[in-house]
């Protein structure tokens, strides 16, 4: 009878060979990831949001999550689980924080900036090609912030999972949905504008064929028009100078920071408050060089549009559609009750000067809800206009893209998403003694 030992041991000697490796549960440097795409965005016949055009598919994304929130934490494994089966060329790009707290439950590696915000930042800017945030508004604003240095900023899809959510276009049960309709957005002709006639979409798209660089995602076509819509989102442009006219660059935790110099983005609002001081701040408001009135209140706020539903709201201030190019100044609780709030044309410069009359010693400055340190002191003047949304030759160049749904509703050509948001959440109007 033969041993049956040996072939035990051949057995076992064979199955080694078709061992799998460990999983690769590392961090690696953004640097190591290819520069940015920069998509175009197209204007419509039809609408008023314009539509995402990627000239090939987006390879870098940058996901920012809520902090503290474990289900936040779950959801974001999950997405980004699910981007690297379905879109295995895309590399996941997470905080430095998150990327350390996250890394070892994910099997492939991950990318992550430096600890430092500034250098964040800058290591950042030239390497997203988009933005996923899963939070409330804060975690929009906090995305906004680090690209608050340049004027290209990646389009940002962003979903609901915090406290309000008025920025939140998404649901997080739609994560598949919204990210494919962002990804294959431009991926053949059934993406193009209503605007192209059909020899222009055959001359741009190759006669009717999808796009060499999708043909590997099979399925994942969006079929006709089916593009995915952006609501561009105005910034104000910020410049901080002290009584002498030199300018002052102050980075998010107060110091100087000369590494990023000119003016810096708010997204939603700038303010300047008299923060602890008992006494009311007084700031005198030029408007293009002109003395509109000397304030005598607790603050001042100049607002974008976006910002127009947050503090400014809060403080008695209208509520404006993001679609209209417009900066809105709101006092807080001025001294003087005719003293109303005002809108003007995004293409005004507003200065906001600190008064030599102020009994304080210094305001607060805050932009984005980021406060300075340092404050702002007597002579200290803050300049505030509208961010030009075109450059010269008409492409869309600055401002946050926005991804939002498609207008659905007969005879609409905006946002209805934002009439949504009045209603729902704001509850615009809402009836006294009603449940």
Known sequence: ???????????????????????????????????????????????????????????????????????????????????????????????????????????????????????????????????????????????????????????????????????????????????????????????????????????????????????????????EARPARVLLRNRLKVGVFDSAGHRINASSDGNLAPKIGGDIHAMNEVIIHRGQDPHLAVVEIFICGRLLTEAVADGIIISTPTGSTAYSLSSGGSIIHPLVPSLLLTPICPRSLSFRPLVVPSSMNITLRISDKNRGRGLELSVDGVRRNHGVDIGTEIHVRGEQLRCRDGVFTSGIPSIVRGTHSTGATGDDGWVGGLNGLLKFNYPFGEA
């Open 1 to 223: 009878m033969r041993p049956i030992q040996p072939r035990i041991r051949l057995f076992l000697s064979a199955k080694r060979q078709f061992s799998c490796s460990h999983h690769r549960r590392e961090i690696r440097s953004v640097s190591e990831l290819p520069d940015r795409i920069i998509p175009r965005y197209q204007e419509s016949l039809h609408n008023d949001l314009l539509c995402l055009q990627w000239p090939s598919p987006p390879r870098n994304v940058f996901f920012i999550k809520k902090e503290n929130v474990p289900a936040v934490t779950d959801a974001v494994i999950e997405f980004s689980k699910h981007v690297h089966s379905s879109y295995p060329s895309t590399a996941m790009i997470f905080e430095n924080k998150v990327a350390s707290e996250i890394h070892d439950r994910l099997p492939f590696p991950v990318y992550t900036s430096a600890a430092d915000r500034d250098t964040a930042t800058l290591e950042l800017q030239p390497k997203v090609d988009l933005t996923v945030t899963l939070g409330g508004d804060g975690t929009i604003l906090h995305a906004a912030s680090l690209f608050s240095a340049t004027n290209s900023v990646p389009p940002v899809l962003s979903f609901s999972m915090g406290t309000l959510g008025f920025l939140g276009e998404w649901k997080y049960h739609e994560y598949k949905r919204a990210f494919r309709e962002v990804y294959m957005s431009g991926s053949g002709p059934g993406d193009r504008c209503a605007q192209l006639t059909p020899e222009k979409m055959d001359e741009s798209s190759g006669a009717g064929s999808v796009s060499p660089e999708w043909s590997s995602l099979r399925g994942k076509f969006m079929g």
